[in-house]
């Protein structure tokens, strides 16, 4: 960041990254570049003028990801985490525009305003191939695939103005918030599909060296408007040193057009604090949901949105000098129109997406927690366990994709002395088991047991501008699948891995 005049300052950032992938074919091409400049009009008033520009443009893209089963319905898992089921000429370039401002003022009553508003143009360019089947254990055939090109622009505007300040009732001090929001996008699609078949052959022998096939000129075109518009008020009442009330409510109105229409949404949120002490606290809250979604069925028409509640009961403690801080909640959400992939069809929809439908009677139960702690000021250490479970109103398993326990362990240790510099580091993850019923063929289940992953870190701090910094990633090379519910087809985590990264701020 550099100075002018005491009043203005500016900040300049540029990446630029190319790489290639664990995945045959595919390779990552990225440059990004953002700016931004800062202006004190007064004490009390802040502008911020900014711009950023991302341009991807990566090679062997994967449209789907791996068949999950052979043929005869045993798991597909021991396919080399390498293979693809992208061409050579796959890819899925993008690059946006993005002009943002931000005007803060404070007042001396402690008030504050701000008005954010924002611009962003986008771009896709999509040859895409998705290779779906089961292919036969000995011999690798049984796959087919579905090629188009998908290219769509998209505009958005966006505003969002908030307040908020403290205000005195009944001779106690409370805090208020208010916001208005408005966004509107425009999305231009059009999609290219072939009437060319293409022939996958022998699976295990595929190298994406396949012909891109003939086109036709004219596209299936889609175009969208969405406006959304809300406004919001919470407060935050003291009803006593010890007791706090927290209220809110949002007011939506949605529109896609065509024929996509929400008006008048009202969402409250309701929620209490008491301390027990001063480093103690117990808080219950209760929240309405609802979600739009892009998700669309069979016959190309969105989904409803999303709807529900969520309870929480929650409690936060500090031990040892705020050297040790706890957290636990147990919660429970209920939600209705929930998105799930639709088993009957296999054909991706015009926009490249795939058929989707819902689920009503949803619920999920469960409960986490967190230890945040230091046992000394140069080593930090932190601990989560989340337990959750969903299930369908009629009692069956849902959302089995997920796991029901995820448990997430780090720590970071600074050295001092003539290792002031050094920093090592590490965490482990672990996760239980996760399945897909119905998802194969003769009705098999797809599945992936509960596995951990180990990374590691080293960072020396060279000067005070620059850094080096070494990254191990999935130390003991555990082979795993990182998603198993993509249409009866899954992705491979990536194996064991190693960056050497130089930082320099000037």
């Known amino acids: 960041m550099v100075g002018v005049g005491?009043?203005?300052?500016?900040?300049?950032?540029?990446?630029?990254?190319?790489?290639?992938?664990?995945?045959?074919?595919?390779?990552d091409e990225n440059l990004q570049i953002y700016g931004v400049v800062t202006a004190r009009l007064s004490d009390s008033t802040l502008f911020t003028l900014g711009a950023d520009y991302s341009d991807r443009d990566p090679k062997g893209s994967t449209w789907g990801a791996l068949p999950l089963f052979y043929a005869d319905g045993s798991l597909a898992n021991d396919?080399?985490?390498?293979?693809?089921?992208?061409?050579?000429?796959?890819s899925w370039k993008r690059h946006g525009t993005n002009v943002f401002s931000t005007l803060e003022h404070s007042f001396d009553n402690n008030w504050e305003l701000k008005l954010d508003i924002e611009h962003r143009?986008?771009?896709?360019?999509?040859?895409?191939?998705?290779?779906?089947?089961?292919?036969?254990?000995?011999?690798?055939?049984?796959?087919?695939?579905?090629?188009?090109?998908?290219?769509?622009?998209?505009k958005q505007d966006a505003a969002r103005?908030?307040?908020?300040?403290?205000?005195?009732?009944?001779?106690?001090?409370?805090?208020?918030?208010?916001?208005?929001?408005?966004?509107?996008?425009?999305?231009?699609?059009?999609?290219?599909?072939?009437?060319?078949t293409l022939s996958v052959g022998n699976f295990f022998e595929w190298d994406g060296s396949i012909a891109e096939p003939n086109y036709p000129s004219t596209p299936t075109t889609q175009e969208t408007e969405e406006i959304q518009k809300g406004a919001y008020i919470a407060t935050q009442l003291s009803l006593h040193d010890q007791l706090t009330l927290l209220l809110g409510s949002r007011i939506s109105q949605y529109r896609i057009d065509p024929g996509y229409e929400h008006n008048d949404v009202i969402t409250p949120y309701a929620g209490l604090v008491y301390d027990i002490t001063?480093?103690?606290?117990?808080?219950?809250?209760?929240?309405?949901?609802?979600?739009?979604?892009?998700?669309?069925?069979?016959n190309n028409k969105r989904l409803d949105p999303t709807t529900g509640n969520n309870i929480e009961l929650g409690s936060?403690?500090?031990?040892?000098?705020?050297?040790?801080?706890?957290?636990?909640?147990?919660?429970?959400?209920?939600?209705?129109?929930?998105?799930?992939?639709?088993?009957?069809?296999?054909?991706?929809?015009?926009?490249?997406?795939?058929?989707?439908?819902?689920?009503d009677g949803t619920s999920n139960r469960g409960?986490?927690?967190?230890?945040?702690?230091?046992?000394?000021?140069?080593?930090?250490l932190y601990f989560s366990y989340t337990y959750s479970e969903s299930e369908k109103a009629n009692g069956e398993a849902f959302g089995t994709h997920l796991p029901k326990n995820l448990v997430r362990l780090s720590t970071l240790y600074h050295f001092n002395g003539a290792l002031e510099d050094l920093t090592?580091?590490?965490?482990?993850?672990?996760?239980?088991?996760?399945?897909?019923?119905?998802?194969?063929?003769?009705?098999?289940?797809?599945?992936?047991?509960?596995?951990?992953?180990?990374n590691l870190m080293a960072s020396y701090q060279i000067t005070d501008d620059a850094i080096v910094r070494l990254n191990i990633r999935n130390v003991f090379d555990e082979k795993y699948y990182s998603s198993i519910d993509f249409y009866d087809q899954g992705f491979f985590g990536e194996p064991r891995n190693v960056e050497l990264s130089l930082s320099y701020n000037f």
């Open 6 to 27: 005491g009043s203005i300052q500016a900040r300049f950032a540029a990446a630029y990254e190319k790489s290639d992938s664990f995945t045959d074919l595919a390779e």
């Open 79 to 90: 396919l080399p985490r390498s293979t693809t089921t992208a061409a050579s000429w796959s």
């Open 424 to 454: 090592l580091g590490g965490n482990l993850s672990w996760q239980s088991k996760i399945y897909v019923e119905n998802a194969g063929p003769n009705g098999a289940s797809s599945e992936q047991d509960s596995y951990f992953i180990a």
């Open 367 to 380: 409960f986490e927690m967190e230890l945040t702690g230091r046992p000394t000021e140069d080593w930090d």
């Open 161 to 196: 103005l908030f307040a908020s300040g403290p205000f005195e009732l009944f001779g106690r001090e409370h805090k208020l918030t208010t916001g208005l929001l408005y966004s509107k996008q425009d999305i231009s699609a059009d999609s290219y599909y072939t009437t060319d």
């Open 121 to 154: 143009e986008d771009k896709m360019d999509g040859h895409l191939l998705f290779l779906y089947g089961a292919p036969d254990k000995t011999t690798g055939l049984g796959m087919s695939a579905s090629p188009m090109i998908y290219q769509s622009s998209r």
């Open 278 to 298: 001063d480093s103690v606290s117990i808080y219950t809250s209760y929240t309405e949901i609802f979600q739009p979604q892009d998700a669309k069925d069979a």
């Open 316 to 359: 936060k403690a500090d031990f040892f000098d705020e050297r040790l801080t706890a957290s636990v909640a147990v919660f429970k959400v209920q939600k209705e129109n929930v998105a799930e992939r639709d088993p009957n069809i296999k054909d991706p929809l015009p926009d490249g997406s795939f058929p989707m439908r819902t689920v």
